[in-house]
């Protein structure tokens, strides 16, 4: 086999020949959900929490996958087996389950499809755009737009329309071409980045945004584990740019980088060195929580000018 699986609609298929309609509403409109789970060593990481997710976001967008969430692992677990043949010894996958609401010719107006459109395909993970923000730390920027408030879409539904993360991402990178937005919802409080929930860590204490405008990541549930079983402290709460700037350390946390130490906020350096001790001792509880060196697979896919991981470990500031 030298080709990937895609699964599709009950059927699996090679990745080339997987089609969907051009009236698909999920194309159409964004009328949809996706989930993405990583593989830790090339076993799934926490698959349970993403697939009850996935399903909490189809309850909430009233769509009918057409399967339980029993079968739907089935079908994730299978679809893995047959792609960890391609699967490059140290490499990981990213699987992802994209649903929308179907065919509809109605476009935009939630008409009743035929039936939901289902997707499951596995994606390597390319760690390599992060190879030296973990060297030096991620330059998050704020944007002037905002976070879609839960008034309006419950932020904890992923929702396949990111146009709202989309938009803070190419303002960000009007300032910084290698940032990552730093988002704040209508308050003026920070939300998250488009794609990872942030931390910061002032004083000891580890702060990040409670669940009132954010996704409520997979990641971000093992930080708060890992963080009561390391004994250190941390709290949810309202938390502004100013907090921010004046952090000793800071960091995002995703599924596919997993932790991401932050060097800079709005080009202003934080105190402490990167990646700080507490970021340090996250990242490495992590690494033994899944069995694998998060630091050295994110450096192994950096280009050949990048330092060594020890160097990494120790942390080089700005």
């Known amino acids: 086999m030298s080709e990937r699986t895609v699964f599709l609609n009950g059927e699996y298929a090679p990745e080339s020949q997987a089609k969907i309609s051009i009236f ?3 194309f159409r409109a964004g009328d949809g959900v996706y989930e993405v789970t990583r593989t830790y060593r090339g076993e799934p990481f926490r698959l349970d929490r993403h697939l009850r997710r996935l399903y909490s976001s189809l ?5 009918d996958c057409g399967h339980s969430p029993r079968e739907m692992e089935r079908i994730t677990l299978d ?7 391609l ?4 490499d990981d996958y990213l699987i992802w389950h994209n649903i929308s609401r179907g065919v509809s010719l109605r476009g935009t ?54 146009s709202n993360h989309i938009l803070a991402n190419l303002q960000a990178r009007l300032v910084d071409p290698g940032c990552l937005p730093l988002m704040l919802d209508l308050r003026g409080f920070i939300a998250e980045s488009s794609a990872a929930n942030f931390f910061s860590v002032a004083d000891g204490v580890v702060l990040t945004p409670g669940l009132r405008n954010v996704l409520e990541g997979i990641t971000r549930m093992e930080i708060l584990e890992i963080a009561a079983e390391e004994g250190i402290p941390l709290r949810e709460t309202d938390l502004t740019l100013y907090d921010a700037v004046n952090a000793d350390e800071a960091f995002l946390t995703t599924t596919s980088f997993t932790i991401l130490p932050v060097g800079l906020i709005n080009g202003q350096p934080l105190r402490k060195s990167v ?16 069995g694998l060196d998060l630091v050295a697979q994110v450096l192994r896919s950096a280009r050949p000018e990048a330092k060594s991981v020890e160097e990494a470990r120790r942390g080089v500031g700005r």
Do not use: W
């Open 87 to 90: 699967l490059k010894e140290g």
């Open 59 to 63: 309850r909430y967008m009233q769509i």
């Open 109 to 162: 107006h939630a008409a009743p499809a035929t039936k939901a459109t289902v997707v499951a395909y596995c994606v390597p993970l390319d760690l390599s755009p992060y190879a030296e923000d973990y060297r030096r730390g991620a330059h998050l920027v704020t944007p002037a737009v905002r976070r879609t408030p839960p008034e309006c879409l419950d932020s904890r539904g992923k929702i396949t329309n990111k």
């Open 79 to 85: 679809l893995l087996a047959r792609n960890r043949p």
């Open 275 to 290: 990646p700080g001790p507490v970021t340090s001792t996250l990242i490495q509880a992590f690494s033994r929580r899944v």
């Open 24 to 26: 698909d509403a999920g």
